[in-house]
């Protein structure tokens, strides 16, 4: 066991000198206490000490125990956290190993801010993080204080009914994030039991269930299986499961997929403009192209046939993909829906998951909204805010794709197209 440091040479560290600390190292507060700096700017604090079992001989071994990310642990806590060790190893208790015996179970607002944290850096729009703060800390506010051990039915109820008629939607999504924290905290194992939270076969028979958008006659899976689906289809690695992503992360009717043209997309200004001809509507529409949708778009270019303004080509030179192509991709992968279905579940997550006005997500579907003043009013003002909508999309159709299996026999090698384009290009 090693003695602990003495008080001298404590308390180095101010706010400010933090503030002003740049590039990575070791910056010692005194007391085995140390702020770590990470070569990405991240800090942390960490307690650095030498141990061994009482009575064995030498200087011990050297260890670290972290104390937790600077953006949470203050100064003053990180200090006390340090003296509590130095007690420990005054005790002859190696401060490491009781961590590590001690469940310290936090209270829901902590949950929820990791819960946040974590999820911060994957996704592009602001709006997304400041809706999970606001339902989780602002219309949750009275879960905050309380451990997640302590809550049950009745703490969860408590803080929906007051906003469940009132505010219909921003109550299903507080729902649903305090559903998600309370999941993770059974999963890190700090609490046991069903979640409180749960809406079918729980909560539904507790609450009014309040009115949901109408999905249509066209078969649809939930929307949170949709990026399981398209990751299949990037592992398929074909013209038709490339047109189906596409089509699925516009939120399009396949026909508008089916004969999309190269003349009608802006790379530069990442516009797609559909014209009214090839709209049900008869209006031309005009959609944000996505990360992702670029992609795609720079697959279907390498195997562009010559003489043809179509992007989704079919097996015939300079003919569009058989109507029949997503039923039987669909089919392969065993999904019980219509690729026209995937609208509702764009509708469906825009509706449960986003705080995005109706209207907005109407607009990027080409329904009609308003009299026809309106809409040209609206089509030229509402492109620009579609994007972080897309975008948001987007983010959520690829969010999985690292936790699905590749199905061994679902692969089509991409120069096997680029063959056969090459084959029908030289028989012509």
């Keep these: 066991m090693t003695n602990p440091r003495s008080a001298k040479g404590y308390n180095k560290l101010s706010d400010l000198k933090i503030r002003r600390l740049k590039g990575p190292g070791l910056h010692s507060d005194g007391n085995n206490l140390y702020l770590a700096v990470d070569p990405s ?38 200090r006390e956290k340090a003296a509590q060790a ?66 049950g039915v009745d703490e969860v109820l408590g803080a929906l009914k007051p906003m469940w008629t009132s505010k219909a939607h921003s109550a299903k999504l507080t729902r649903s994030y305090v559903e998600k924290v309370l999941d993770v905290a059974k999963v890190r194992g700090f609490r046991s039991g069903e979640n409180p939270a749960r809406w079918k076969g729980h909560l539904e028979h507790l609450l009014v ?26 592992v398929m690695d074909s013209v ?39 709209m049900k509507a008869g209006r031309e529409h005009q959609l944000p192209l996505g990360e992702r949708a670029l992609e795609v778009l720079q697959k279907a270019a390498l195997l562009r046939q010559p003489d043809s303004d179509l992007v989704f080509h ?13 039923v039987m991709l669909l089919r392969r992968l065993g999904v019980d829906a219509t690729a026209h279905g995937f609208r509702s579940c764009f509708r469906d997550w825009a509706g449960e998951e986003t705080d995005y006005p109706r209207d907005l997500v109407e607009m990027q579907m080409a329904h009609a909204v308003g009299d026809e003043s309106e809409r040209a ?52």
């Design 314 to 326: 079919g097996q015939k030179l300079g003919r569009p993909l058989s109507n029949m192509a997503f």
């Design 209 to 234: 269930a309040t009115p949901k958008l109408q999905r249509g006659h066209q078969r649809a899976v939930p929307y949170a299986a949709v990026p399981g689906i398209v990751a299949r289809l990037q």
């Design 41 to 78: 700017g991240a800090k942390r604090w960490v307690f650095k000490y030498r141990w061994k079992q009482p009575g064995v001989s030498g200087a011990g071994r050297p260890r670290e125990m972290g104390l937790g990310s600077f953006n949470k642990v203050s100064l003053q806590k990180a």
């Design 240 to 278: 038709s499961a490339w047109a189906l992503e596409f089509q699925i992360l516009h939120a399009l009717r396949p026909g508008n997929v089916y004969g999309a043209r190269w003349s009608e997309f802006d790379m530069d200004r990442r516009i797609w403009t559909i014209p009214g001809n090839a």
């Design 377 to 428: 009013y609206r089509r030229m003002k509402a492109l620009e805010r579609r994007r972080p909508l897309m975008a948001d999309w987007e983010i959520f159709c690829l969010g999985r794709k690292e936790a699905l299996p590749e199905p061994a026999n679902d692969r089509i090698a991409a120069q096997d197209v680029v063959s056969q384009a090459r084959t029908s290009s030289e028989l012509q």
């Design 86 to 151: 130095l007690e420990l190893l005054g005790e002859g208790k190696d401060p490491l190993a009781a961590k590590h015996t001690v469940v310290v179970v936090p209270t829901f607002a902590e949950l929820a801010d990791q819960w946040i944290e974590e999820r911060t850096p994957f996704v592009r729009s602001g709006k997304s993080v400041d809706r999970w703060k606001r339902s989780l800390h602002t219309y949750a506010a009275k879960l905050g204080d309380l451990r997640v051990d302590q809550i």
